[in-house]
């Protein structure tokens, strides 16, 4: 991991996906020492995003996920070339579906850089976050699923979100997720959500998973789709030859943004 916010993106992941960490399996597996995972931890502690055991570290029973201010300070460079590389696809006049997450809540906010989209564009989000960030554009159509909102991602879901989406037909999804692999396809760790997400991406023409590299080979607990669902995965190019293989094997179109700091 290069930067402390990355490892503490990490750190977090780890913690969605199986509810508790410990100090010496996250030294090795982030090749850092076991003084900077517990500085780390204790930063993660004071901002309230998890408690601490001895040895190592629980998730919040509240308020857990990444608050918006931590998603935009967690948004890393591989991040921010995804997002660009995911809005030179889209097209003036498109119907863009964006999902709730850290990387898509990135194509919005580059979006908001493009003046040749920006004024006819549609977009199709069940996430508050999303929708404020592009709401202020006069010239794109914000369009709003409805549904119960989950406090802590933004996100909503719920029975009045296939209300929305069942009705529409999309251009291009953009979908966000915490894990991807060649077997999983792209995996969350909200059930409420994955169904909300692959139902967004079956609406679409195109449906294309945004995932930065650190995500590849990860397990998380529910399945959005594999190929059968999505046609494209955007990644970095930090994305290992082999990852990159398997997945083109599994069927999907894989393409590498660019990040400039690749060895």
């Not at 709730?100 to 989209?117: P, Q």
């Not at 404020?132 to 996100?155: D, K, Q, W, Y």
């Not at 037909?169 to 995996?187: E, K, R």
């Not at 970095?236 to 590498?256: M, N, T, W």
């Amino acid at each position: 991991m290069s930067t402390r916010e990355d490892r503490l993106d990490a750190i977090l992941a780890r913690l969605d996906e199986q509810g508790s960490v410990g100090v010496e399996a996250l030294s090795g597996e982030l090749e850092v020492s076991v003084a900077t995972i517990r500085r780390d931890l204790g930063l993660l502690e004071q901002r309230r995003l998890v408690e601490r055991t001895h040895g190592g570290a629980t998730r919040r029973a509240v308020d857990y996920e990444l608050s918006l201010r931590y998603k935009e300070a967690a948004a890393t460079e591989a991040k921010t070339a995804i997002a660009r590389a995911a809005v030179d696809r889209i097209r003036p006049g498109s119907v863009v579906g964006l999902s709730g997450g850290t990387t898509t809540f990135m194509v919005a906010d580059a979006l908001s850089e493009r003046d040749d989209l920006l004024a006819d564009l549609t977009i199709v989000t069940n996430a508050v976050d999303i929708a404020n960030r592009l709401a202020v554009h006069p010239g794109v159509r914000v369009i709003v699923c409805g549904g119960v909102i989950n406090t802590s991602s933004f996100e909503l879901v719920g029975s009045f979100v296939d209300g929305v989406l069942r009705s529409i037909w999309l251009d291009l999804a953009y979908v966000g997720v915490h894990a991807i692999s060649a077997t999983g396809g792209g995996l969350t760790a909200n059930v409420d959500e994955a169904y909300v997400n692959r139902l967004m991406a079956e609406r679409a023409e195109r449906a294309i998973v945004v995932a930065d590299s650190s995500k590849y080979g990860r397990r998380s607990f529910a399945s959005v789709g594999g190929a059968d669902v999505f046609q494209t995965i955007i990644t970095d190019d930090h994305l290992s030859d082999s990852g990159r293989d398997e997945l083109i094997a599994a069927g999907f179109e894989v393409e590498l943004a660019p990040t400039g700091g690749k060895s």
